[in-house]
Structures are given as structure tokens and as C-alpha cells.
């Protein structure tokens, strides 16, 4: 059910989008996504999988394509309705609204060449059959925090040597080594947004850049996908490079600009795991409230005891700060150039909100007692879900440490020298 918006300045068209993705949320992507919790991940993906039939039906409506504009194709939604209907999404399944968008790396070509957003954007756009899958690659299994710390010291450090990198030979670039286990729909995609160390001597991780290609290349190789304890629904895995070979051109970002198109690349994706985060942790209120009005002891409904209301009222407080929090970041860094978003901001919304869905669903499963635990009952997956939020998209560990080194260091635009 959608939920009561403090925003009351809300448009009839905002309020329609969120109704629609509510009833896709509830209808589809919950029961599906509770499907494909309970089974192994290659179950998940096979060809008879509900996996496909959500995915199909979700590019069918448009839900891949949110964030693009209808020059290109997309629905053209200003980033108050993106973030209104994301959280909708993610009230339904956090993974599966993940899984709707590995395939950023059509973002990233909207600040490519006309040929990247002629050969990637536009197709994906187009797509309504589920045919065109992307990932974005960054993890690698020796490096994970590493690669997602622009700014940060060790983020220059010429002694950190990844497990993927690009040498150009003649007019191709060649690619050999590893992405981790961890690139979201790294089994099922068929294009990439890899990021990988081109002059790792001179300067590190950024020394790194983004390529956009097509996986059907002689060397590509995928891993199995991966067994986890939460978002279960999205699809995980390795990719090996083995001297693959592709265009000069597949090149989006260079060395030179790497390292501040990563940082305006995560000042978007932040805010946007957060909305998510705030979906999860809504649905977990929402069932919660709904079974302390149902569930009797000591002769009344579990509601009517104080403790039970103080604690709803603690899961209530933090959705609603989450969402306001989020909102803001998404909606100006959504809306802003590239050199006006705030990376500290959108480290916040992230860390704030998926700490927040791990604890508003541990609460859930506390006022469920002890059916909370058991597999039947939907706070225990959202619960798994919310756990792995707070490692997705950068562990909210470094995040921190990341957004308190750039406060600390005087921020010449939140936080001046004095
Ligand atoms: C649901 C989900 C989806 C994901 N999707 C993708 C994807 O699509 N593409 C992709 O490439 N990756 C993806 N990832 C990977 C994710 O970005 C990494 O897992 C994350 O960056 C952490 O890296 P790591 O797992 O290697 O942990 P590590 O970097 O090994 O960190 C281990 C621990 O050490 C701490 N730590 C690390 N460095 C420091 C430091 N300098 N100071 C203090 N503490 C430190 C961390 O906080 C953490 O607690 C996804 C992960 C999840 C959970």
C-alpha cells in the first residue's frame, strides 16, 4: 500500500507512478521475490525461473529505465518521481529492484560519445523484453574497498596493484583478469560497464577507466552464481578476462578523469541504494504494524501495549528521517551537473538508511516473536535483505570513513575552514 507522504505538494502524476509501482511492488515483485529466496541460486536463473517473468514484465512497464530522459527513450521522470517510485519498488524486493538496475552502465553513455549512446542507451531503452542485461564491474577479489574510495588516500597509492586491468595494442584494448563474485547480475549480463587499471604505476586505482562492451567475446568467462545470506533474488558472480579484445572506442572514461567520474558516479548510486534501503525497511514496518494489530496476548492486540507501541513508533520515526534524507540527496544529485553533486551527502543517505533497514527489521522480527525466525514469515527475509545493504554499493564502514576524511579536511563546500 503506499504510504502517507509528508510531501503534500505531490503532483496527481507523482501520486499515479506511485500507486502504479505499489501495485507491480505488491502484486508482482514480492511474491516472486519470496519464490526465489527459497531456492538455490542457480535454480533462480534457470530458464523457467519467475525470475524472467518479473524481469520481462518490469521492462515491459519501463521499471529498467527510470533515470533516462525521452530524447532517449526512457520515461523522461523528473528525480522526485525516480526516487518515488524506486522506493516503491524496493517495498516489493530490495534484490529485485537491484537486479532492474545493473545496467547503469547506460548512464554512464549519457556522458559518452553519440556513438556509446547510440549503441548502448538508446537499445536499452528500446528493450522491453528483458533481452539487453547490464553490470557494472569494480570488485575484484583482492580489492573491494579500494576501488570505491575516490578522494581517499590510498585510492592514489601506485603499490596497489588490481586483478583486472586494459593495455591498448594497436586500436583494441585488451582486458585480462578477474571481477569479483559480488557484480549484480555478473551470470545473466550481456553488456558491461567495467571499470579496470590502465597505468596502476603512475597513480593506483586511479589510474583506472570505464569501458563499455558487449560480453560475447572470445576470453569472457562467467563463475557460478553466488549463495548469500540476503538479496537472494539478485543474481551474482565472477567474470574473467582472458586477453579479450575490444574497440579503442569502448573506452568511456580515461585515467585523466577516472577518478572524479567514479565519485560522480557513486554521488548517484548512493542515494539511490538508500531509497531502496528505505522501501525495505518500510515494508518491515508495515508488516510489523500489521500483525501488532492482529497478534493477541494478555487478552488484547500486542498494539495496545506501550512497549510495543514506543517501539513502533522508534521504526516509524527512522523510515520517515530515512526517506526525508534520502529524498534530498537523490533529488539534488539526480538534478544536478556532475561537479555540483555532494559525494558527502550521498554517503550519508546510503549509510543512514541501510542502517536503518537493519534495524527496522530486526524490530519487525522482535515484534513478530517467535514466528519472526521462521522462514515462513517475510521479516526474516527482509531482515537477510536488510544485512546486505549495508555492504552493497561500498561497506557502510568505508563510506564513513570516506565522507568523515573529506568533513574533517574542511570541506570547501559544506564545511569551510573557519
Ligand atoms: C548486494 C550487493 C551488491 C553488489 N553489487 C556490486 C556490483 O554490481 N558490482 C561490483 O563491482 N560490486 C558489487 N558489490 C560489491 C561491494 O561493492 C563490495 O562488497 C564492497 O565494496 C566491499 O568490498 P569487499 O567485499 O571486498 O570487502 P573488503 O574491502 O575486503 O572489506 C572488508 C572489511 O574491511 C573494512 N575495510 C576495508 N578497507 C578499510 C579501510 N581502509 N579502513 C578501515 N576498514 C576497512 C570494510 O569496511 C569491511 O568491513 C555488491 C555487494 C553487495 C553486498
Redesign the pocket.
Known sequence: MPYFDLDQTLSEQDLALKASAAAFAQGVMRPVSRQLDRMTPEEAIASQSPFWGFLREAYRLGYHKLPFPEALGGPGLTPLQIQIVMEELAWGSF?LT?ALN?SLDAAVAMGGTREHVEQFTIPYCQCTDASYIG??????PD???????PG?P?FRDPAIKANCHARLDGDEWVITGQ??A?????TIANRILL?CQIHPAQSGHAGSGMFLFTLDRPGVAKGKPLD?I??RD?N?GEIFFDAVRIPREALVVGPEAYEAALEAHLCLTLPMVGTWATGLARAAFDEALAYAREREQGGRPIADHPTVQVKLFDMFRKVEASRQLCRAVFVHNWGSPAERRAIEYAEAAKTFATQTALEVTSDAIQIFGGIGLARECVAEKLFRDAR??L????????LA?SGGHRIARAHPRCYPAR
Do not use: F, P, R
Open positions: 534484490g537491484l545493473t553490470c557494472w564491474a569494480i570488485t575484484e580489492h573491494g574497498s579500494d576501488t570505491v574510495m581517499y590510498t571481477k569479483s559480488w557484480v549484480s547480475g555478473g571499470m548469500k540476503g538479496a539478485l551474482q546486505s545493504s555492504i552493497c554499493d561500498g561497506s557502510n564502514d568505508i570513513l
